[in-house]
């Protein structure tokens, strides 16, 4: 990882990837969705599955693996997309999209804009979800300028944990991922749709966005795939904090 690391947004957005877990009590590291490997043991899943305590194992009762063709924002998809059922699947309490580390705005940016860091991406993602992926120590924002409905969309698949510590989301609320928004992004977005069911939903769970109903912002030129690619790519700490400053009426009272 550390040969790997030429500072760019490719490096520190394959290497935010790369970090994706589950929790302890149920670990779901990328490298599971991208080989058939045990989550926890890394034991090839044949195996696993012959293993004398895999009937009462889950991760050997549902198949992990993710099967992902096309380029690379098909690929993200897949993942998170298996990703958010398989946190249903193992009853998890929260999203599993934390990582120990992020991608600042300006990486955002560069991602969402072009596809120009796909190929880099791919290439070291497969590696990276094999290494430990250290705790990022740096925690700025960037000085990017993120669309308000990437922030929308951000915001609403964030994991609560991280929201709740940053003061946005209330100890009682829970943001649940709308049904379909995924779906609605990976399909184009029409009628902004998938910002729209964000919207709701933030405002359902307690938070107060900053736009009305009736003018709620829009993707612009940004490629609707590629939104819901960025979805599955973890953000610094600081990052979240200037998406919820920038899109949330920060004064609401949440308790």
Known sequence: MQASDDGTSAFRIARALAGLGGTRDTPLPLRAQLFPVHPRSNNWMMLARKAKDAANDPACRIRIHTEAKGNLADTLIALLDRRLWLAEQFDMPDKPLRSPAGIDLDDLLAFLRSDHLDRRIAALLPGLSLCSIPQDTERAAGDGAVPAAIALLKLCLTPDAILRD???????????????????????????????????????????????????????????????????IPLRFGATGALGRAALDTNHDQN
């Open 166 to 232: 940053l003061n946005l989301l209330s100890e009682k609320d829970h943001i649940p991922v709308p049904s379909g928004l995924l779906a609605q992004l990976a399909a184009g977005n029409a009628n902004n749709r998938a910002v729209r069911m964000a919207w709701r939903r933030l405002r359902a769970s307690g938070l107060s966005p900053l736009f009305a109903p009736d003018a709620l912002p829009e993707l612009g030129g940004i490629d609707p795939r590629r939104a819901a690619a960025a979805l599955l």
